[in-house]
Structure formats: C-alpha cells, structure tokens
C-alpha cells in the first residue's frame, strides 16, 4: 500500500527572514499560592514526591514491585481533579513505568540524559507554599533532534537557512521512549486543568528565559493535546501500530478473530521463527533478571542502534540500574540456541499495557524478529491480563500481525512568528495526511469482516 507520507517529509513552507520577531504566547497566569521551580537534576527531589504526581495512587518498592497506594481512592480523587474531562483522561489511572522518578532518573545517573548528550536538564515542578509538588513536567534544553521519534529536522533546517537559531529547545518528553504518556503531570492535590495550564506557561517562560526557540511536547495524551492546542500550542499527529486485547484466553483466540488467510500466515511465521535447530524463547522478569541477561542483551541493543543510528542512545551502565530499579516492571523475551542467547527483546510492564523498546539479535533467522518482538509480547499480555501492546515507533508491517493504527500526539510552541505560521500550515496538511492513512489502513486490518 501506498502512504501519503513519510518520515522524511517534515519541512514547512518558506519561512519570511525576521528572525528578532517573536509571536506572542496565548498563556494563562498560574493560579495563585504556587510556585514554579526548575530542577537541573531529577534527583534534587525525592522520588516519592515525583511519583505522587507522575503515577498517582501507585507505589513502587523493592526492584520495582508495584501496589496501589492504600490511602488513595483514585478513581475517585481523579475525578474530582479532572472534572468533565475525567471519562476521556481515566489512562491517567494507569502506571507508566517511564513517568517513573526511578526511570526518568536512571536516565541521567547512567549519563544517557545529560548535557554532553544534548539531553540538559530542565525539569519543572510546581509547587504550593509548604514546598509539596502539586504538579510537575519532565523537560529538556536539547541542542539537536536525536531519539525524539518526532521529527522536526526539516523545521529547523528551514529555520537556519532563514537566518534563525533553532537550537537550543525545550522539548518535553521522555527521552529515547516513543510511547504515549501523560507528559503534564498532576496529582488528586490539584485541579487537573489549572495545573496543566500552570505547567504550559512556566515552560514559555522557560523558553523565553533560556533563548530557547520553542517548546515541543511529545507523544501527549488526547486531553492534553486538546488543551494545549486551545493556549496557542500548534497541534502535530503521527502514527503507532497497537495491538488491544479483547479478553482473549489464548493466542489461538486471538487468531480466531482474523480473517483465515492472515490466520494461517502468522501460524506459518511462528513456526519457521523457532525451525532452526535448538531455538527456545525464555521470558525473563522480575528477581530472574540478572546482569548476565542485561550483557547479552546489551550486545543485541549495540549491534541494532549502531546500524540504524550510529551511536546507540543508551550505555551499559542505565541497563543495571534499570535492573536494581525496575526489574519487576521489566521483560527480557530472549532465544537462545544451543545454550547461548542470539537474540532479544525489552519491554516494559505497566498497570495496563506492555510497552515493547528495544531488540537486536547476533544470529539472523527468518520471523524471529517478529516473534520476539510481536508474537511473544501479545502472549505475555494474554497470560498477564494486560489490555495492550504498544510496539514502539514506526512500522506499517505490523498491521498483518494484529496491531492496529492509533493515532500519536505532540503539541509545539514557537517564538518566531514566521516560522509558527508557517509550521503551523504544515501541520494543518499533515494532520489530514495523518487521518487519510490511518483509514486507509485500518481498512486493510487483518481481523475477519463481520460473520
């Protein structure tokens, strides 16, 4: 199938040669008896003062394990805090491992976040007049647009030859990680709306402060994405490739839902992905997970980031400290052939859904890619309960196997006029262009047409 888009093709327009010209910022003041603060180091707070606010109502202890705080009624307390919006924002409920003080933080201590890296941080929290954190947004100056996964090279080599700096930005994500998440983080404290639009305007004030060209929050929720475009945020969509469980007991009833044809195709793929002689798939989490899993597996993540990217984005040292902290949020599916490992694929756990990051192998075998990556991931959600997988960036090949297009979301503010009106009038294009293809695709999934 045909795409009306690509990945390369994210440059606006012409941009008018005025550099000095700044668009005024459409922002709201904070509500009152709260301060912003800026943090060069997520480490300068306490973990369970971030968590509070970047999963509320769950608590992590020990390498990782996971409960629900015994003194929060979240569902109720979210309610209250999101008011109209709480139907369309009830994922704020659910855990995220990389919102996590102990991910985001690993990030920076293993040194893969940090300003040799271009990744300096800038962290915002919002706070009342006893110095509690009622909100918080996890935030970077970045010097380019390296492992983002949304691609704006072509915004600011226009910019440049406009005779403008697009470097430094603010750029509001979790680094390296394409997956979907609160990006604005509030806990039941305070008002969900009020502190989000508290949150936006502090980071144009950072923005200006720090010469920085432009704010761009990446892979937003819905409703984030909704309000931030209604403060003069400009409104960007992209694609992923999810597969959701239906209440599914087994892999087979899964299979039972798609068309026969595709039915037999996934059957044929698992069996050759696992033909050659001696392949066994392991899952590997939680107090299983020892440095020698993250050796091997580090060897399949450098092979695989040095040959798409060069540089692999994250080093040895963050894979150990993942594993002190997160183990039992983390899952290693690995093959192994003749007792040594050949292949391997991350994911990490959270309350409702397997979020797939990571693979790489040292012996090549047709399908196991597919099977490590794809095949096994929706088993480990069936047997886990898990509602769905989220399999990363990229990748219409994944629709034949039972992974559905769903729409991603980032919102972008820009200083210089002529470069916002002119992104802005890409973006307006390629939000249809973003619309069409995912119809289309949807068209074509792999799941039977009625009875």
């Not at 003080?101 to 976040?113: N, R, T």
């Not at 990490?348 to 095949?375: A, Q």
Request: hydrophobic share 40%; net charge negative; aromatic share 10%.
């Amino acid at each position: 199938m045909s795409s009306s888009r690509s990945e390369d093709d994210t440059t606006p327009p012409g941009i008018p040669e005025a550099p000095e010209t700044s668009k005024a910022p459409e922002t709201r003041e904070p509500p009152e008896a709260v301060t912003l603060r800026i943090l060069s180091a997520l480490g300068d707070v306490p973990s369970a003062a971030w968590d509070n606010v970047a999963n509320p109502g769950w608590i992590l202890s020990g390498r990782g394990a996971l409960h629900r705080s015994p003194d929060c009624h979240l569902e109720q307390e979210l309610s209250q805090a999101l008011g109209a919006d709480f139907d369309l924002a009830r994922a704020d409920a659910d855990f995220n491992p990389f919102l996590s003080h102990a991910f985001l933080e690993a990030l920076e201590a293993a040194g893969c976040a940090c300003a040799e890296t271009g990744w300096l941080p800038r962290h915002m929290v919002l706070e009342d007049t006893s110095g509690e954190i009622l909100g918080a947004v996890p935030a970077y100056l970045k010097s380019h647009s390296q492992g983002e996964y949304v691609f704006d090279h072509g915004w600011a080599d226009a910019f440049h030859r406009a005779g403008g700096d697009y470097y430094p930005k603010l750029q509001i994500s979790v680094p390296f990680t394409p997956a979907t998440g609160r990006r604005f983080l509030t806990g039941p404290g305070i008002n969900r709306e009020a502190g989000l639009q508290a949150l936006a305007a502090g980071l144009v004030q950072v923005c200006q402060r720090t010469g920085a060209s432009s704010v761009h929050a990446t892979f937003l929720t819905k409703p984030e994405w909704d309000t931030l475009g209604e403060l003069g945020y400009l409104q960007r969509t992209d694609q992923q490739f999810h597969w959701e469980n239906q209440g599914y007991d087994s892999f087979e009833d899964f299979l039972a839902d798609l068309a026969s044809r595709k039915r037999k195709a996934i059957r044929k793929e698992r069996r050759e992905a696992l033909s050659a002689d001696g392949i066994e798939v392991e899952w590997v989490t939680g107090a299983d997970l020892t440095e020698a899993h993250w050796d091997a597996f580090y060897t399949f993540y450098v092979d695989t980031g040095s040959r798409k990217w060069g540089r692999p984005y994250l080093n040895r040292k963050f894979f150990s400290l993942i594993n002190e902290r997160l183990a039992e949020r983390t899952l290693l599916v690995l093959a192994k052939r003749h007792g040594r490992y050949i292949a391997g694929a991350l994911n990490f756990i959270g309350s409702k859904t397997l979020f797939g990051r990571n693979w790489g192998c040292t012996e090549h075998h047709p399908f196991l890619h597919f099977e490590l990556c794809y095949y096994q991931a929706i088993d480990f959600a069936i047997a886990k309960g898990l509602k769905r997988v989220e399999a990363g960036a990229q990748g219409a090949h994944k629709l034949a196997r039972g992974y559905l297009p769903a729409t991603t979301y980032s919102a972008h503010w820009i200083a210089h006029e002529g470069l916002h009106d002119a992104v802005a009038d890409f973006l307006e294009h390629e939000r249809r262009a973003v619309e069409r293809e995912n119809a289309a695709l949807a068209d074509h999934a792999p799941f039977r047409k009625g009875d």
